[in-house]
């Protein structure tokens, strides 16, 4: 069919029916290969998590000991002292409802929008459907550094700039396209029978919607959920545009402000960040197998 | 079977629940983009009107009245230059030596990956302080090894490849995708290479490679779309109040200049037409990526949807 293909369909044409034979051979090779894996893996995993390791460290002591010229790999004298002077000499109470407040109601909007558009685009049979989805899905790729400064025109002469309006807003048309193109995916993969059976007996799509396309979709409900919850999480951009005032601040906004502030006493900014990585990491524990179905299946998502 | 009420009950509600979506892209998506093609042609800034220019903003941009273009230009090249390489490359050898029969790969997957979930915003902290060049403790290790550690984020040479150190570490993402790419190439395959006698770097440069390639290219191309447009990296590590991507401009990367324009000189149009000048990039990076995956991507059991 095309350029590439014979030079990959080459080698596993000839030789299939023997590879039966060679299962145990390979299987032995196999083991002690991996032997050999093990040192460079570990180093490596040592290396990824060093710098979590260190900023643990560092918000364990006092500023004297940051400036040591020689840094100990444990901390002579743990303390949590970093932490209190770095939790409450800025409201991060605050900033931390703020981001979760910003990011449930955005998981909230893209989870409904994102279903209905998925289902009607995968389930309902209605004239221009396909050209509007295809239409729709320019919008896929669209980075917001293009769509940024007309946006901030736009809340602005809606006065509602400063405020969280601007950042949870777009969850709720639709919830980024990308996440209606995976829901309906799934959707699509739903037996046909199920809603037409329903459909005999009176139901309309509505009930159709929410009585048997989300609840057999809860998997792929959980992937889309988890990663928008971490993109508002995480996002800084967004928030730096469109909040100036210091009680509207999301978690990156004040650790930013933090890092203004503190400049050069690393235990307090590391204490500060510790705060921030842990909801991040929690999540990763709790939920590490949805989110790598979801980088798999989004990988676009970079 | 459906009556013509039972079809026109289904069609509206079809409208309905697209609603959303037709109405945000309107909003968020066509009205905007159209109005920073607008934009892009007039002088406006925060709270006044604009002024059609022409393409006076793009003009001025490439003859040099405003060096800090073809800083960031540069900045931003060299970023993806480094990055795209050494992140596929990293990741890559990292999903090959996870696809191998070992012991805890869970665990040594979790490890590798747990960098990506962490806010970037808090990472840039972690590693300011890692390389900072008199206590951090980078400088510390090259200093006990008897040498002069450079001074990473705060020289001009360094800072771009400083931040390109970190995405190395940010590799996750891709390691994964490899990861399932790996781990669908068929098994007989590699049988057939030790039939014939080959070893592990044959099965590597004759199987692994052919049979991944679209994985790389796929890597590749959304590297560039994502370097392009990284700005959290130096918006944290090497900007405050008064500048942006210092020092002297050499880590003031692409989207970084942007919101200086927009949002520090309250330049709207200006910015505007350097937003426009990067989605060209990218969606001619895109167009590339459609194109050249229907040649080159082969699937086993067919073409996927």
Redesign the interface.
């Known amino acids: 069919m ?4 014979p ?3 080459r ?2 044409e ?3 029916p ?2 039966v034979n ?2 145990n ?2 299987r032995s ?3 002690r ?2 032997w050999f ?2 040192p ?2 570990v180093l ?2 040592a290396v ?2 060093f ?2 390791y ?2 643990v460290k ?1 918000s364990l002591v006092d500023l004297g000991s ?2 040591e010229p ?2 100990r790999l444990l901390p002579a004298h743990p303390n949590l002292d970093s932490f209190v002077t770095a939790l409450t000499m800025f409201p991060f109470g605050r900033f931390f409802l703020n981001s979760l407040l910003v990011a449930v109601l955005t998981v909230a909007g893209t989870l409904l ?2 279903s ?2 998925a ?3 995968s389930r ?4 221009w ?1 396909n050209r ?1 989805f295809s ?2 899905l ?2 896929m ?14 809340w ?1 002469t809606l006065h509602l700039t400063d405020g969280f309006t601007p950042l949870i807003a ?1 969850a ?4 980024g ?1 990308f996440n ?1 193109f995976l829901l309906r ?1 799934f959707f699509l993969g739903i037996p046909r029978d199920l809603d037409e059976a329903a ?1 005999m007996d009176g139901a ?3 009930r159709v ?1 929410f009585q048997i396309i989300l609840p057999l979709s809860k998997p792929a409900l959980i992937v889309v959920g988890l990663l928008t919850f ?1 993109a508002s ?2 996002d ?2 967004a928030p ?2 469109f909040i100036t005032s210091e009680e509207k601040y999301t ?2 906004l004040g ?2 402000m933090f ?2 502030g503190y400049t050069a006493q ?1 235990n307090y ?2 204490a500060a ?1 510790c705060a ?2 842990l909801p ?2 929690i ?2 524990l709790v939920a ?1 197998k949805y ?2 179905e979801g ?2 299946m989004t ?2 998502k ?1 | 079977m459906p009556t013509s009420s039972v079809q026109r009950r289904e069609a509206t509600a079809g409208w309905i629940f697209a609603a959303p979506v037709i109405l945000g892209w309107i909003i968020f998506v066509a009205g905007p983009v159209l109005v920073t093609l607008l934009l892009a042609l007039t002088d406006y800034s925060v709270g006044g009107s604009p002024r059609y220019l022409g393409l006076e903003n793009f003009r001025k941009f490439f003859t040099s009245a405003d060096e800090s273009f073809f800083a960031s230009v540069r900045a931003t090249a060299l970023y993806g230059m480094l990055s795209v390489p050494a992140c596929v490359a990293v990741s890559f050898g990292l999903a090959l030596l996870l696809n191998t029969k070992i012991r805890l790969r869970g665990l040594f997957r979790a490890a590798l990956f747990l960098p990506v979930i962490i806010p970037l915003a808090a990472s840039s902290v972690i590693w300011m302080w890692l390389f900072q060049p008199d206590f951090g403790v980078v400088n510390f290790v090259i200093r006990a090894l008897g040498m002069r550690g450079p001074q990473w984020l705060a020289s001009e040479t360094t800072v771009i490849p400083t931040m390109v150190l970190m995405n190395v570490w940010l590799t996750g993402n891709s390691m994964v995708i490899f990861l399932a790419a790996l781990q669908g190439v068929p098994r007989h395959l590699y049988e057939a290479v030790e039939i014939d006698g080959g070893n592990s770097l044959h099965k590597l440069v004759y199987i692994t490679l052919p049979m991944v390639s679209p994985t790389i290219f796929f890597a590749i191309i959304t590297g560039f779309i994502t370097a392009l447009q990284a700005f959290v990296q130096p918006a944290i590590m090497t900007s405050d109040a008064y500048h942006a991507g210092g020092p002297n401009n050499s880590s003031l990367l692409y989207v970084l200049f942007i919101y200086r324009e927009a949002f520090r000189f309250s330049k709207l149009g200006s910015a505007s037409a350097a937003a426009v000048l990067l989605f060209a990039v990218i969606a001619g990076l895109t167009w590339m990526f459609f194109r050249f995956s229907r040649s080159l991507v082969y699937y086993e059991g067919g073409e996927r949807t």
Request: glycine share 8%; hydrophobic share 60%; proline share 9%.
């Open positions: 095309t350029m590439g293909q030079a990959l369909r080698p596993d000839p030789v299939t023997v590879s060679v299962r051979p390979r090779r196999r083991g290969a991996a894996v093990y460079p893996l490596l995993a990824f998590l710098p979590f260190w900023m560092t940051i400036f020689t840094p929008t994102a209905m558009c289902f009607s685009f309902l049979r209605w004239r459907r509007v239409v729709v320019t919008g790729m669209l980075p917001f550094f293009v769509v940024m400064i007309p946006q901030f025109i736009m602005r777009p709720w048309f639709g919830g396209v209606i995916q459909t309309g799509p509505a919607f971490l999480w995480n800084y951009l730096l545009i978690l990156m650790l930013n890092l203004g690393w900014l590391m960040t921030i990585v991040s990491v999540i990763f590490q989110l790598m980088i798999v990988g676009l970079g």
